[in-house]
Protein backbone atom coordinates (compact mmCIF):
# COMPACT_ATOMS: atom_id res chain seq x y z
CA UNK A 1 0.00 0.00 0.00
CA UNK A 2 1.23 3.52 -0.36
CA UNK A 3 1.92 5.19 1.86
CA UNK A 4 1.09 9.52 1.00
CA UNK A 5 3.35 10.45 3.94
CA UNK A 6 6.46 8.57 2.86
CA UNK A 7 5.44 9.36 -1.33
CA UNK A 8 5.39 13.17 -0.40
CA UNK A 9 9.00 12.69 1.77
CA UNK A 10 10.50 11.13 -1.47
CA UNK A 11 9.17 14.17 -3.59
CA UNK A 12 10.98 16.20 -1.09
CA UNK A 13 13.90 14.39 -1.74
CA UNK A 14 14.05 14.49 -5.67
CA UNK A 15 13.02 18.27 -5.48
CA UNK A 16 16.28 18.54 -3.33
CA UNK A 17 18.28 16.34 -5.90
CA UNK A 18 21.37 18.23 -7.22
CA UNK A 19 20.65 18.25 -10.40
CA UNK A 20 16.88 18.91 -10.10
CA UNK A 21 17.74 22.14 -7.55
CA UNK A 22 20.49 23.35 -10.18
CA UNK A 23 18.21 23.20 -13.00
CA UNK A 24 15.03 24.71 -11.04
CA UNK A 25 17.13 27.55 -9.66
CA UNK A 26 18.42 28.32 -13.32
CA UNK A 27 14.95 28.46 -14.97
CA UNK A 28 13.18 30.37 -11.63
CA UNK A 29 16.05 33.00 -11.93
CA UNK A 30 14.91 33.26 -15.60
CA UNK A 31 11.03 33.43 -14.72
CA UNK A 32 10.21 29.76 -16.11
CA UNK A 33 8.54 27.29 -15.14
CA UNK A 34 9.88 23.91 -14.23
CA UNK A 35 8.47 20.72 -13.47
CA UNK A 36 10.15 16.94 -12.82
CA UNK A 37 7.53 15.20 -14.68
CA UNK A 38 6.22 11.06 -15.47
CA UNK A 39 8.14 8.17 -14.25
CA UNK A 40 10.63 9.99 -11.96
CA UNK A 41 7.52 11.30 -10.05
CA UNK A 42 5.61 7.89 -10.11
CA UNK A 43 8.66 5.97 -8.97
CA UNK A 44 9.82 8.34 -5.68
CA UNK A 45 5.96 8.11 -4.70
CA UNK A 46 6.50 4.34 -4.69
CA UNK A 47 9.79 4.25 -3.47
CA UNK A 48 11.37 2.92 -6.40
CA UNK A 49 14.86 4.14 -7.66
CA UNK A 50 14.87 6.88 -10.38
CA UNK A 51 16.61 6.49 -13.52
CA UNK A 52 16.37 9.17 -16.10
CA UNK A 53 14.85 12.56 -15.06
CA UNK A 54 12.28 14.24 -17.06
CA UNK A 55 11.25 17.76 -17.13
CA UNK A 56 8.61 19.80 -18.44
CA UNK A 57 8.59 23.54 -18.83
CA UNK A 58 6.70 26.55 -20.19
CA UNK A 59 10.59 27.63 -21.72
CA UNK A 60 10.77 26.71 -25.66
CA UNK A 61 13.47 24.99 -27.04
CA UNK A 62 16.06 27.74 -27.77
CA UNK A 63 15.60 28.92 -24.02
CA UNK A 64 16.09 25.64 -22.46
CA UNK A 65 18.98 25.15 -24.54
CA UNK A 66 20.52 28.28 -23.62
CA UNK A 67 19.59 27.92 -19.78
CA UNK A 68 20.89 24.49 -19.53
CA UNK A 69 24.63 24.65 -21.43
CA UNK A 70 26.23 26.32 -18.44
CA UNK A 71 25.02 23.76 -15.95
CA UNK A 72 25.88 20.46 -18.86
CA UNK A 73 28.72 19.08 -19.74
CA UNK A 74 27.37 17.90 -22.89
CA UNK A 75 23.63 18.55 -24.53
CA UNK A 76 21.80 17.81 -27.76
CA UNK A 77 18.99 19.00 -29.75
CA UNK A 78 17.75 15.98 -31.99
CA UNK A 79 14.61 16.29 -30.34
CA UNK A 80 14.63 20.00 -30.70
CA UNK A 81 11.99 20.06 -33.39
CA UNK A 82 9.30 18.18 -30.81
CA UNK A 83 10.61 20.86 -27.75
CA UNK A 84 13.02 18.34 -26.38
CA UNK A 85 16.65 19.82 -25.31
CA UNK A 86 18.81 16.44 -24.22
CA UNK A 87 22.06 16.88 -21.78
CA UNK A 88 24.60 15.25 -19.39
CA UNK A 89 24.01 17.28 -15.50
CA UNK A 90 26.29 16.17 -12.56
CA UNK A 91 26.91 12.92 -14.45
CA UNK A 92 22.93 12.61 -15.06
CA UNK A 93 21.14 12.36 -18.33
CA UNK A 94 18.41 14.52 -18.62
CA UNK A 95 15.34 15.94 -21.24
CA UNK A 96 13.94 18.98 -20.84
CA UNK A 97 10.74 19.22 -23.08
CA UNK A 98 8.68 22.76 -23.63
CA UNK A 99 4.87 22.34 -22.60
CA UNK A 100 2.95 20.41 -25.47
CA UNK A 101 -0.54 20.28 -26.35
CA UNK A 102 -0.02 18.17 -30.16
CA UNK A 103 -2.81 16.92 -32.22
CA UNK A 104 -3.25 13.63 -34.28
CA UNK A 105 -3.89 12.84 -37.88
CA UNK A 106 -5.58 9.96 -37.03
CA UNK A 107 -3.69 8.02 -40.40
CA UNK A 108 0.09 8.36 -38.48
CA UNK A 109 1.08 8.29 -35.16
CA UNK A 110 3.47 11.04 -35.77
CA UNK A 111 1.90 13.82 -33.90
CA UNK A 112 1.22 17.64 -35.09
CA UNK A 113 3.23 19.39 -32.87
CA UNK A 114 2.15 22.16 -30.34
CA UNK A 115 3.55 24.09 -27.79
CA UNK A 116 1.19 24.63 -24.59
CA UNK A 117 1.05 27.27 -22.55
CA UNK A 118 -0.04 24.97 -19.69
CA UNK A 119 1.24 21.79 -17.69
CA UNK A 120 -2.13 20.69 -17.02
CA UNK A 121 -2.64 20.80 -20.96
CA UNK A 122 0.46 18.94 -20.93
CA UNK A 123 -0.39 16.01 -18.92
CA UNK A 124 -3.35 15.41 -20.18
CA UNK A 125 -1.49 14.56 -23.44
CA UNK A 126 0.20 11.88 -21.70
CA UNK A 127 -0.31 7.87 -22.02
CA UNK A 128 -1.47 6.88 -18.46
CA UNK A 129 -2.74 8.78 -15.16
CA UNK A 130 0.33 7.12 -13.05
CA UNK A 131 2.50 8.48 -15.84
CA UNK A 132 0.75 11.87 -15.85
CA UNK A 133 1.39 13.76 -12.59
CA UNK A 134 4.18 16.14 -12.53
CA UNK A 135 6.76 18.02 -9.26
CA UNK A 136 6.68 21.76 -9.16
CA UNK A 137 10.40 22.96 -8.38
CA UNK A 138 11.68 25.02 -6.54
CA UNK A 139 8.34 25.29 -4.51
CA UNK A 140 8.01 21.13 -4.71
CA UNK A 141 4.33 20.85 -5.29
CA UNK A 142 2.42 17.66 -6.77
CA UNK A 143 0.82 18.55 -9.66
CA UNK A 144 -2.31 15.91 -10.61
CA UNK A 145 -4.76 16.86 -12.49
CA UNK A 146 -5.81 13.47 -13.63
CA UNK A 147 -6.31 11.47 -10.49
CA UNK A 148 -2.76 9.57 -10.99
CA UNK A 149 -2.31 9.58 -7.36
CA UNK A 150 -5.91 7.60 -6.36
CA UNK A 151 -4.72 5.49 -9.82
CA UNK A 152 -1.11 4.38 -8.33
CA UNK A 153 -2.70 3.93 -4.73
CA UNK A 154 -5.51 1.41 -6.48
CA UNK A 155 -3.16 -0.49 -8.42
CA UNK A 156 -4.75 0.64 -11.32
CA UNK A 157 -3.48 1.57 -15.21
CA UNK A 158 -5.88 4.66 -16.55
CA UNK A 159 -6.00 7.17 -19.21
CA UNK A 160 -6.16 10.75 -18.72
CA UNK A 161 -8.60 11.11 -21.34
CA UNK A 162 -11.12 8.45 -22.67
CA UNK A 163 -9.21 5.49 -24.01
CA UNK A 164 -10.73 5.65 -27.74
CA UNK A 165 -9.41 8.96 -27.86
CA UNK A 166 -5.61 8.21 -26.38
CA UNK A 167 -5.42 5.06 -28.09
CA UNK A 168 -6.75 6.03 -31.16
CA UNK A 169 -3.73 9.06 -31.22
CA UNK A 170 -1.34 6.49 -30.49
CA UNK A 171 -1.64 2.97 -30.84
CA UNK A 172 1.80 1.96 -29.64
CA UNK A 173 0.13 3.28 -26.34
CA UNK A 174 -1.58 0.03 -26.16
CA UNK A 175 1.28 -2.27 -26.18
CA UNK A 176 2.67 0.34 -23.51
CA UNK A 177 -0.29 -0.43 -21.27
CA UNK A 178 0.78 -4.28 -21.51
CA UNK A 179 4.28 -3.20 -20.69
CA UNK A 180 3.72 -1.18 -17.91
CA UNK A 181 0.82 -3.71 -15.99
CA UNK A 182 3.73 -6.22 -15.76
CA UNK A 183 6.04 -3.32 -14.84
CA UNK A 184 4.24 -1.71 -12.25
CA UNK A 185 2.34 -5.03 -11.46
CA UNK A 186 -1.15 -3.05 -11.72
CA UNK A 187 -4.52 -4.14 -13.53
CA UNK A 188 -5.22 -2.24 -16.47
CA UNK A 189 -8.47 -0.20 -16.66
CA UNK A 190 -12.00 -2.08 -17.67
CA UNK A 191 -12.40 0.93 -20.16
CA UNK A 192 -8.75 0.75 -21.41
CA UNK A 193 -8.97 -2.52 -21.94
CA UNK A 194 -12.22 -2.46 -23.99
CA UNK A 195 -10.83 0.19 -26.04
CA UNK A 196 -7.29 -1.90 -26.53
CA UNK A 197 -10.01 -4.87 -28.22
CA UNK A 198 -11.86 -2.15 -30.34
CA UNK A 199 -8.60 -0.33 -31.95
CA UNK A 200 -6.48 -3.55 -31.66
CA UNK A 201 -6.22 -3.05 -35.77
CA UNK A 202 -4.93 0.55 -35.80
CA UNK A 203 -1.48 -0.79 -34.34
CA UNK A 204 -0.92 -1.73 -37.59
CA UNK A 205 0.42 1.97 -38.15
CA UNK A 206 2.83 1.46 -35.67
CA UNK A 207 6.19 0.67 -37.12
CA UNK A 208 7.84 -3.11 -36.54
CA UNK A 209 10.83 -1.75 -34.87
CA UNK A 210 8.40 0.16 -32.55
CA UNK A 211 6.76 -2.74 -31.72
CA UNK A 212 9.52 -4.68 -31.09
CA UNK A 213 10.84 -1.91 -28.65
CA UNK A 214 7.40 -2.38 -26.72
CA UNK A 215 8.37 -6.30 -26.53
CA UNK A 216 11.78 -6.09 -25.75
CA UNK A 217 10.91 -3.86 -22.64
CA UNK A 218 8.03 -5.90 -21.27
CA UNK A 219 10.61 -9.22 -21.60
CA UNK A 220 12.44 -7.05 -19.13
CA UNK A 221 10.03 -7.07 -16.71
CA UNK A 222 10.46 -8.97 -13.65
CA UNK A 223 6.55 -10.71 -14.34
CA UNK A 224 6.27 -10.74 -17.90
CA UNK A 225 3.02 -13.16 -18.27
CA UNK A 226 0.56 -10.33 -16.63
CA UNK A 227 1.50 -8.48 -20.17
CA UNK A 228 1.11 -11.02 -22.46
CA UNK A 229 -1.82 -11.99 -20.77
CA UNK A 230 -3.23 -8.52 -21.67
CA UNK A 231 -2.08 -8.65 -24.83
CA UNK A 232 -3.67 -12.42 -25.82
CA UNK A 233 -6.82 -11.04 -23.93
CA UNK A 234 -7.45 -8.04 -25.78
CA UNK A 235 -6.26 -9.33 -29.29
CA UNK A 236 -3.29 -7.00 -29.72
CA UNK A 237 -0.85 -9.99 -29.96
CA UNK A 238 -2.89 -11.12 -33.20
CA UNK A 239 -1.52 -7.95 -35.41
CA UNK A 240 1.99 -8.83 -34.25
CA UNK A 241 2.90 -12.16 -32.68
CA UNK A 242 -0.12 -14.49 -33.42
CA UNK A 243 1.83 -17.17 -32.54
CA UNK A 244 1.50 -16.67 -28.77
CA UNK A 245 -3.06 -17.13 -28.85
CA UNK A 246 -2.96 -19.78 -31.63
CA UNK A 247 -1.04 -21.83 -28.28
CA UNK A 248 -4.84 -21.93 -26.78
CA UNK A 249 -5.37 -25.17 -28.53
CA UNK A 250 -9.33 -26.86 -28.50
CA UNK A 251 -9.23 -30.22 -26.00
CA UNK A 252 -12.11 -31.69 -26.83
CA UNK A 253 -13.48 -35.26 -25.11
CA UNK A 254 -11.71 -37.32 -26.81
CA UNK A 255 -7.97 -36.23 -26.99
CA UNK A 256 -6.05 -34.89 -24.22
CA UNK A 257 -3.81 -32.94 -24.03
CA UNK A 258 -2.03 -29.95 -21.59
CA UNK A 259 -2.93 -26.53 -22.08
CA UNK A 260 0.11 -25.62 -24.02
CA UNK A 261 -0.72 -21.64 -23.80
CA UNK A 262 -0.58 -22.37 -19.82
CA UNK A 263 2.80 -23.95 -20.02
CA UNK A 264 4.08 -21.78 -22.01
CA UNK A 265 3.50 -18.74 -19.43
CA UNK A 266 4.53 -21.05 -16.83
CA UNK A 267 7.70 -21.95 -18.73
CA UNK A 268 8.34 -18.53 -19.26
CA UNK A 269 8.06 -17.60 -15.65
CA UNK A 270 10.00 -20.40 -14.62
CA UNK A 271 12.98 -19.29 -16.79
CA UNK A 272 13.08 -16.56 -15.43
CA UNK A 273 13.62 -17.49 -11.84
CA UNK A 274 16.34 -19.88 -13.17
CA UNK A 275 17.64 -17.24 -15.17
CA UNK A 276 17.37 -14.77 -11.65
CA UNK A 277 19.08 -17.78 -9.36
CA UNK A 278 22.16 -18.83 -11.61
CA UNK A 279 22.45 -15.11 -12.97
CA UNK A 280 21.80 -12.55 -9.82
CA UNK A 281 23.37 -9.59 -10.65
CA UNK A 282 22.92 -9.44 -14.84
CA UNK A 283 20.15 -7.79 -17.02
CA UNK A 284 17.30 -9.46 -18.05
CA UNK A 285 17.83 -12.28 -20.96
CA UNK A 286 15.72 -11.11 -23.66
CA UNK A 287 16.24 -14.03 -26.21
CA UNK A 288 15.80 -16.44 -23.48
CA UNK A 289 12.72 -15.37 -22.19
CA UNK A 290 11.54 -15.19 -25.62
CA UNK A 291 12.44 -18.58 -26.44
CA UNK A 292 10.28 -19.52 -23.34
CA UNK A 293 7.41 -17.88 -24.25
CA UNK A 294 7.91 -19.18 -28.38
CA UNK A 295 9.60 -22.93 -27.76
CA UNK A 296 5.97 -24.31 -28.45
CA UNK A 297 4.62 -22.51 -31.07
CA UNK A 298 5.38 -25.68 -33.60
CA UNK A 299 2.76 -27.34 -31.86
CA UNK A 300 -0.40 -26.12 -33.55
CA UNK A 301 0.55 -26.70 -36.76
CA UNK A 302 2.03 -30.23 -36.33
CA UNK A 303 -0.87 -31.54 -34.00
CA UNK A 304 -1.89 -34.71 -35.13
CA UNK A 305 -4.73 -36.75 -33.16
CA UNK A 306 -4.02 -40.32 -32.51
CA UNK A 307 -6.12 -43.81 -32.04
CA UNK A 308 -6.77 -44.10 -28.63
CA UNK A 309 -7.15 -39.84 -27.45
CA UNK A 310 -3.12 -39.36 -27.97
CA UNK A 311 -1.82 -36.19 -29.22
CA UNK A 312 0.99 -35.70 -31.23
CA UNK A 313 3.23 -33.08 -31.97
CA UNK A 314 6.00 -34.06 -33.93
CA UNK A 315 9.11 -32.00 -34.97
CA UNK A 316 6.97 -29.32 -33.15
CA UNK A 317 10.62 -28.14 -32.56
CA UNK A 318 11.70 -28.25 -35.88
CA UNK A 319 8.72 -26.51 -36.96
CA UNK A 320 8.53 -23.82 -34.17
CA UNK A 321 12.16 -22.64 -35.12
CA UNK A 322 11.27 -22.04 -38.30
CA UNK A 323 8.37 -20.03 -37.82
CA UNK A 324 10.00 -18.11 -34.55
CA UNK A 325 12.97 -17.12 -36.80
CA UNK A 326 10.23 -15.60 -39.72
CA UNK A 327 8.48 -13.91 -36.94
CA UNK A 328 11.56 -12.01 -35.33
CA UNK A 329 12.73 -10.96 -38.36
CA UNK A 330 9.58 -9.61 -39.67
CA UNK A 331 9.73 -7.43 -36.24
CA UNK A 332 13.43 -6.32 -37.39
CA UNK A 333 15.20 -7.86 -34.38
CA UNK A 334 18.90 -8.23 -34.91
CA UNK A 335 20.38 -11.41 -36.52
CA UNK A 336 21.79 -12.45 -33.16
CA UNK A 337 18.85 -12.83 -31.25
CA UNK A 338 16.79 -14.11 -33.88
CA UNK A 339 19.29 -16.82 -34.13
CA UNK A 340 19.68 -17.36 -30.41
CA UNK A 341 15.93 -17.52 -30.22
CA UNK A 342 15.15 -20.49 -33.47
CA UNK A 343 18.33 -22.15 -32.22
CA UNK A 344 16.89 -22.74 -28.79
CA UNK A 345 13.58 -23.30 -29.84
CA UNK A 346 15.13 -26.06 -31.77
CA UNK A 347 17.13 -27.55 -29.63
CA UNK A 348 15.16 -27.44 -26.22
CA UNK A 349 13.84 -31.20 -26.78
CA UNK A 350 17.28 -32.89 -27.08
CA UNK A 351 17.96 -33.28 -23.67
CA UNK A 352 14.65 -36.03 -23.19
CA UNK A 353 15.96 -38.31 -24.99
CA UNK A 354 18.66 -38.06 -22.31
CA UNK A 355 16.14 -38.48 -19.49
CA UNK A 356 14.80 -42.27 -20.83
CA UNK A 357 18.74 -43.33 -21.69
CA UNK A 358 22.20 -42.19 -20.78
CA UNK A 359 24.48 -40.76 -23.71
CA UNK A 360 27.42 -41.89 -24.62
CA UNK A 361 30.36 -39.39 -24.25
CA UNK A 362 30.01 -38.47 -27.37
CA UNK A 363 26.33 -37.60 -27.48
CA UNK A 364 27.16 -35.53 -24.48
CA UNK A 365 30.10 -33.82 -26.57
CA UNK A 366 27.44 -33.65 -29.77
CA UNK A 367 24.90 -31.86 -27.42
CA UNK A 368 27.84 -29.26 -26.45
CA UNK A 369 28.44 -28.14 -29.71
CA UNK A 370 25.26 -27.65 -30.74
CA UNK A 371 24.23 -25.64 -28.74
CA UNK A 372 27.65 -23.64 -28.39
CA UNK A 373 27.19 -20.80 -26.61
CA UNK A 374 24.02 -21.40 -26.26
CA UNK A 375 24.36 -23.39 -23.99
CA UNK A 376 23.91 -21.69 -20.40
CA UNK A 377 20.15 -20.40 -21.92
CA UNK A 378 19.45 -24.09 -22.70
CA UNK A 379 20.39 -25.49 -19.40
CA UNK A 380 17.61 -22.99 -18.01
CA UNK A 381 15.29 -23.78 -20.72
CA UNK A 382 14.91 -27.27 -20.86
CA UNK A 383 14.91 -27.00 -17.07
CA UNK A 384 11.91 -24.61 -17.17
CA UNK A 385 10.30 -26.88 -19.77
CA UNK A 386 9.25 -28.94 -16.96
CA UNK A 387 5.93 -27.77 -15.49
CA UNK A 388 4.32 -31.66 -14.78
CA UNK A 389 2.34 -31.77 -11.78
CA UNK A 390 3.96 -35.52 -11.24
CA UNK A 391 6.61 -35.12 -8.32
CA UNK A 392 8.46 -38.25 -9.11
CA UNK A 393 8.43 -37.53 -12.97
CA UNK A 394 9.52 -34.18 -12.01
CA UNK A 395 11.74 -35.22 -9.60
CA UNK A 396 13.48 -37.92 -12.47
CA UNK A 397 14.02 -35.26 -15.08
CA UNK A 398 15.60 -32.73 -12.57
CA UNK A 399 18.09 -35.62 -11.79
CA UNK A 400 18.53 -36.71 -15.54
CA UNK A 401 19.35 -32.62 -15.85
CA UNK A 402 21.86 -32.57 -12.72
CA UNK A 403 23.78 -35.34 -14.18
CA UNK A 404 23.96 -34.10 -17.92
CA UNK A 405 25.07 -31.06 -16.39
CA UNK A 406 28.19 -32.68 -14.26
CA UNK A 407 29.22 -35.06 -17.27
CA UNK A 408 29.72 -31.69 -19.30
CA UNK A 409 31.63 -30.52 -16.48
CA UNK A 410 34.14 -33.51 -16.38
CA UNK A 411 34.12 -33.56 -19.90
CA UNK A 412 35.52 -29.87 -20.06
CA UNK A 413 37.82 -30.37 -16.93
CA UNK A 414 39.16 -33.03 -19.98
CA UNK A 415 38.80 -31.30 -23.08
CA UNK A 416 38.32 -28.04 -24.82
CA UNK A 417 34.70 -28.73 -25.13
CA UNK A 418 33.37 -25.25 -25.70
CA UNK A 419 36.09 -25.17 -28.72
CA UNK A 420 35.26 -28.83 -30.51
CA UNK A 421 37.82 -29.03 -33.41
CA UNK A 422 39.39 -31.98 -35.78
CA UNK A 423 42.58 -32.77 -34.70
CA UNK A 424 43.89 -32.04 -37.67
CA UNK A 425 43.61 -28.36 -39.84
CA UNK A 426 42.42 -27.94 -43.78
CA UNK A 427 46.14 -27.23 -44.33
CA UNK A 428 47.24 -30.51 -42.55
CA UNK A 429 44.46 -32.16 -44.72
CA UNK A 430 45.28 -31.07 -47.73
CA UNK A 431 48.91 -31.37 -47.27
CA UNK A 432 48.53 -35.18 -46.11
CA UNK A 433 46.16 -36.21 -48.74
CA UNK A 434 47.88 -33.79 -51.63
CA UNK A 435 44.99 -31.96 -52.43
CA UNK A 436 44.05 -28.39 -53.12
CA UNK A 437 41.27 -26.24 -51.33
CA UNK A 438 37.77 -27.07 -51.96
CA UNK A 439 34.79 -29.46 -51.08
CA UNK A 440 36.53 -32.49 -50.34
CA UNK A 441 38.67 -30.35 -47.61
CA UNK A 442 35.23 -30.00 -46.21
CA UNK A 443 34.12 -33.66 -45.89
CA UNK A 444 37.38 -34.78 -44.80
CA UNK A 445 37.24 -31.94 -42.12
CA UNK A 446 33.65 -33.16 -41.20
CA UNK A 447 34.77 -36.63 -40.66
CA UNK A 448 37.65 -35.81 -38.40
CA UNK A 449 35.42 -33.34 -36.23
CA UNK A 450 32.74 -36.90 -36.05
CA UNK A 451 35.69 -39.33 -34.84
CA UNK A 452 36.55 -35.90 -32.31
CA UNK A 453 33.23 -35.92 -31.47
CA UNK A 454 32.76 -39.78 -31.01
CA UNK A 455 35.90 -40.92 -29.61
CA UNK A 456 37.39 -37.41 -28.13
CA UNK A 457 41.26 -36.67 -28.58
CA UNK A 458 43.24 -39.31 -30.27
CA UNK A 459 46.52 -37.64 -31.08
CA UNK A 460 47.48 -36.52 -34.51
CA UNK A 461 49.09 -39.25 -35.60
CA UNK A 462 46.09 -41.64 -35.24
CA UNK A 463 43.78 -39.16 -36.73
CA UNK A 464 46.48 -39.15 -39.48
CA UNK A 465 46.31 -42.81 -40.24
CA UNK A 466 42.02 -42.61 -39.51
CA UNK A 467 41.98 -39.71 -42.63
CA UNK A 468 44.09 -41.87 -44.92
CA UNK A 469 41.66 -45.12 -44.68
CA UNK A 470 38.89 -42.67 -45.02
CA UNK A 471 40.32 -41.07 -47.86
CA UNK A 472 41.64 -44.42 -49.33
CA UNK A 473 38.09 -46.05 -48.62
CA UNK A 474 36.69 -43.29 -51.16
CA UNK A 475 38.77 -44.84 -53.75
Do not use: C
Not at 103 to 132: C, H, M, Q, W
Not at 449 to 472: F, K, Q, S, Y
Amino acid sequence: MLNMADGLARLGALAADPVVSDLADAFAAEGFELAVVGGPVRDALRGRTTHDLDFTTNARPDDILRLVTPLASAHWDIGRAFGTIGARVRGEQVEITTYRADSYDGVTRKPVVEFGDSIDGDLLRRDFTVNAMALRVPDVRLIDPTGGVEDLVAGRLRTPIDPTVSFGDDPLRMLRAARFSSQLEFEVDADAMTAMEQLAPTLDIVSPERVQGELIRLMQTDDPVRGVRTLVDTGLIQRFLPEVSALRLEVDEHHHHKDVYEHSLTVLRQAIDLEKQRHPDAEPDVPLRIAALLHDIGKPRTRKLEPGGAVTFHHHDVVGARMARKRLQALRFDGETTDAVSRLIELHLRFFGYAEGVWTDSAVRRYVRDAGALIERLHILVRADVTTRNRRKAARLAAAYDDIEQRIVQLREQEELDSIRPELDGNEIQAILGIRPGREVGEAYRFLLDVRLDEGIIGADAAERRLREWWAARG
